[in-house]
């Protein structure tokens, strides 16, 4: 099966941005939807942001209009820009199938903080 291998995750302030990357071992152009999730303490890991093979983009309400997500099925990668920050954005950051999903990745941590 598929692994995926995120990164760009980090600490930043309030208002801050950062830009996550996927990377899949295997094609990600055969599973058409791919999602960013994220899981905050205490609670499930929920979608936040997910891309069909077509490249239609669907966002949370919490999110939208601060966050983008992309993919590059070439380079079997995932983005996920994120824009003005809050403290409410703190959380593992994992990307997978959608809406089937399979195995999870490590994630990657957002820290919003000052």
């Known amino acids: 099966q598929v692994q995926f291998v995120e990164s760009g995750g980090g600490l930043v302030q309030p208002g801050g941005s950062l830009r996550l990357s996927c990377t899949a071992s295997?094609?990600?152009?055969?599973?058409?939807?791919m999602a960013w999730y994220r899981q905050a303490p205490g609670k499930q890991r929920e979608w936040v942001a997910r891309i069909t093979g077509g490249g239609y983009t669907y966002y949370t309400d919490s999110v939208k209009g601060r966050f983008t997500i992309s993919r590059d099925n070439a380079k079997n990668t995932v983005y996920l820009q994120m824009n003005s920050l809050k403290p409410e954005d703190t959380a593992v950051y994992y990307c997978?199938?959608?809406?089937?999903?399979?195995?999870w990745g490590q994630g990657t941590q957002v820290t919003v903080s000052s």
């Open positions: 295997g094609s990600i152009r055969s599973m058409n939807g």
């Open positions: 997978n199938a959608y809406p089937t999903v399979t195995n």
